[in-house]
């Protein structure tokens, strides 16, 4: 440092990201939920080691219409937006053909919007979210997982849902999630992840590898398996003919690193893992019973 922090001036700030502090709202909101619903679980006896957590990217076509609608009789009254009473909203939607099959559903779904709107404003209206659910659920999973105390957290579409109940309940920004004893992604295979590195407290252990695995799970999983610091960063590597024969620290013949991009595959007669790599073209590739991680610094 040249001079004392005294004569150092205030840092410049960059711009506020609206997008991303919804986003972390959102995030917290979901692991509180969804904390609620696994202790609900350990109330009945039950201690749950997996979940699955559906999302939904747009609203049923009859609640799109009341969104519409909504948006439509909003007004902003004395700097808080506001919508007409429930009796008049209740004979607005009666008119309303298509709403006709839905009519005991329809206040409570209102009422819920109503609560959001002084939260969100406008916003609640939207059709969509602003950002990608799915998509930063996924980022954050390691965190969910370890938060939630779980061995393993999938997220589905909703429309991959059976159960009616969550078809029904599954709404933007509102994600379902369910707990049990036994995985969600019943194909797997079980592989040895190895490290080669001399005088390192990481050894050679067995891990799940599930069916449509992408690189950062197993990596999650190897973090958590050798508790290594969040610093630290870590690689997989496959073999590349036969792997039985465990290459050297300083020998890097043999095993070449897995893109980032990759995803694993299992078959599920025979419990073979795949890998699939978008740097080969697509082509499965064999890995066998072996993989190496590396840990560095």
Not at 53 to 62: D, E, M, R, T
Not at 86 to 107: A, V, Y
Not at 231 to 242: G, Q, S
Request: net charge positive; with cysteine; glycine share 4%.
């Amino acid at each position: 440092k040249k001079e004392s922090i005294m004569r150092a001036s205030w840092p410049q700030c960059g711009e506020v990201d609206d997008l991303l502090i919804r986003e972390a709202k959102y995030l917290t909101d979901v692991s509180q939920k969804m904390t609620e619903r696994k202790g609900k679980n350990l109330q009945q006896g039950v201690l749950p080691e997996f979940g699955v957590i559906y999302v939904a990217k747009q609203y049923p076509k009859w609640q799109q219409t009341i969104l519409k609608t909504l948006k439509e009789l909003c007004r902003e009254q004395e700097g808080k937006l506001e919508l007409p009473s429930n009796n008049e909203l209740l004979e607005k939607f009666r008119t309303i053909e298509e709403l006709k099959p839905f009519m005991k559903k329809i206040m409570p779904f209102v009422q819920s919007l109503k609560d959001g709107l002084a939260d969100k404003g406008l916003e609640a209206l939207d059709l969509t979210l602003r950002f990608d659910e799915q998509a930063a659920i996924e980022r954050h999973l390691p965190y969910l997982v370890r938060s939630l105390e779980l061995k393993e957290l999938w997220v589905e579409s909703v429309g991959s849902a059976t159960d009616s109940k969550i078809q029904e309940e599954c709404l933007p920004g509102r994600p379902y999630s369910i707990f049990s004893t036994t995985p969600y992604q019943t194909s797997y295979s079980v592989i040895m992840l190895v490290n080669p590195q001399k005088c390192l407290p990481y050894f050679t252990f067995q891990s799940p590898v599930y069916d449509g695995d992408n690189y950062s799970k197993v990596i999650d999983r190897v973090r958590r398996a050798n508790q290594i610091p969040a610093k630290a960063k870590v690689k997989i590597l496959r073999y590349i003919k036969d792997n039985r024969f465990i290459p050297i620290s300083d020998d890097s013949t043999g095993v070449v690193e897995i893109a980032i991009r990759s995803k694993f595959s299992v078959d599920k007669d025979k419990k073979q893992l795949f890998l699939i790599e978008s740097t080969d073209g697509n082509q499965p590739i064999p890995v066998g019973t072996h993989l190496q991680y590396i840990v560095t610094a």
